[in-house]
């Protein structure tokens, strides 16, 4: 299975910060944004991963992710000349995909929650027999997003983008499993009223083909949609609370990298002298000498 993070976009809603820097190498506590996405593809054991970047904001993710090396994995970019919708990225991406499966995270989406592993392994499984999976979080507006409408037992009867009569209040996040064929897919998404390659759209060709499937992120799980000052500071003092009380650390590729097998204990060790000054770097060896003391 390959991997995507579209970290495109002009990030207006965040001007004028976002002048300088695109959003998703903005903190989110201590870590740049891009790194709560990259783990969650991790997390679902793929090691191929294209990152989808405006062309001014390029050399600065290659800056901080380099090739992936350090943390056992592949990462090639590709630039977006315009932001013309999120199904867009399976176009752009189309080479990189080839007859593979493909999970897809927006760049500025941050997920954790207990259990998280077992639901991308079960999307992962589901991608490579055929199907599609979409995960939903329950939201109080859920007008602002688009929504999935689901019967009892998780199916997916309906997708709708930005419903003015919303038929549920489950949101579609921005985290998406398809089957090989994707790019295919991709293009008969047509441009929507507002010219864009909508995924909604992409969604309910795989409905329609009855292989989309659900996964909700239910109680224990926090989402966070970080495109606005408000979000990014909820998510960062929720990152921050929860680390704090669990003595763990949330999103971290090194760490991650380690436990998946990617990496080997010197790598990890290298990571964390690297960056002992700081909290993050701190876990890291503690980590070590706790495995290595067992």
Known sequence: MKGIILAGGSGTR??????????????IYDKPMIYYPLSVLMQAGIKDILIITTKEDQPDFIKLLKDGSQFGINLSYIIQPSPDGLAQAFLLGEEFIGDDSCA?????????????????ENARKQADNGKATIFGYQVHDPERFGIMEIDKDHNVLSVEEKPQNPKSDYAITGLYFYPKGVSEKAKQVKPSARGELEITTLNDLYLKDNVLRAELLGEGFTWFDTGTFDSMMEASMMIQLVQRNSGKIIASPDLIAYQQGFIDKNKLRESGDLMKKNSYGQYLLKYLDKQENK
């Not at 001007?15 to 903005?26: E, F, G, H, R, V």
């Open 14 to 27: 965040l001007y004028p910060i976002t002048k300088a820097i695109s959003k998703q190498l903005m903190p």
């Open 104 to 120: 897809m995270v927006l760049g500025d989406n941050v997920y954790f929650g207990s259990g998280l592993e077992e639901m991308l």
